[in-house]
T-cell receptor, first 112, second 114 residues
Framework: DAKTTQPNSMESNEEEPVHLPCNHS???????IHWYRQLPSQGPEYVIH???SNVNNRMASLAIAEDRKSSTLILHRATLRDAAVYYC?????????????FGQGTELSVKP | DSGVTQTPKHLITATGQRVTLRCSPR?????VYWYQQSLDQGLQFLIQ???????AKGNILERFSAQQFPDLHSELNLSSLELGDSALYFC?????????????FGSGTRLTVV
């Protein structure tokens, strides 16, 4: 499974946008880019995923570089409830036995 | 409620014992995944089942085993427990193969081995 590289930690101010970067230079053409977050003492929570095009949902936006070697998770207005560990993961398609392999993630802290 | 149910929520047992963790996937999901999260190891993938059959194995110890039953619920069996097996164990489920999407995780079972 291809690896991703994320900063260990980031800080944000409440109500400001947050851009969480992820590098995945060894991504293959069939790898999906997934983002999950984990709040303390809870299970991971799906945030968003994409393949080639930028994606938006109610939680966040995912911006994917044209060469797909990096991506950025965008939280448009950080709240205190967004403080969590954010994981960027490459996942093969279901038919290729895709499974999520978690790295260390980025610990996001949000200041009031 | 994520739709994935894990029981029990907490478990305290002694070294050398055997325990069974249970997971009911979200309705309609055929795949079940088990993960272990300890303080020093992060989230480790253990094993995946799809519609009753083992599909992928990760860092699962030989003392651990799992199965998925016809009703799609899954059980993770941990035997000859050691102090180092103390961890949070998460189960996740996902949609059938023709629908790419996210995993849904349960709230986990916290295992403490004393």
């Amino acid at each position: 499974d291809a690896k991703t590289t994320q900063p260990n930690s980031m800080e944000s101010n409440e109500e400001e946008p947050v851009h969480l970067p992820c590098n995945h230079s060894t991504i293959s053409g069939t790898d999906y880019i997934h983002w999950y977050r984990q709040l303390p003492s809870q299970g991971p929570e799906y945030v968003i995923h994409g393949l080639t095009s930028n994606v938006n949902n109610r939680m966040a936006s995912l911006a994917i570089a044209e060469d797909r070697k990096s991506s950025t998770l965008i939280l448009h207005r950080a709240t205190l409830r967004d403080a969590a560990v954010y994981y960027c993961i490459l996942r093969r398609s279901y038919n290729q036995g895709g499974k999520l392999i978690f790295g260390q993630g980025t610990e996001l802290s949000v200041k009031p | 409620d994520s739709g994935v149910t894990q029981t029990p929520k907490h478990l305290i047992t002694a070294t050398g014992q055997r325990v069974t963790l249970r997971c009911s996937p979200r309705s309609g999901d055929l795949s079940v995944y088990w993960y272990q999260q300890s303080l020093d190891q992060g989230l480790q993938f253990l094993i995946q089942y799809y519609n009753g059959e083992e599909r992928a194995k990760g860092n699962i110890l030989e003392r651990f085993s799992a199965q998925q039953f016809p009703d799609l619920h899954s059980e993770l069996n941990l035997s000859s427990l050691e102090l180092g097996d103390s961890a949070l164990y998460f189960c996740a489920s996902s949609a059938p193969p023709n629908r790419e999407g996210g995993y849904t995780f349960g709230s986990g079972t916290r295992l403490t081995v004393v």
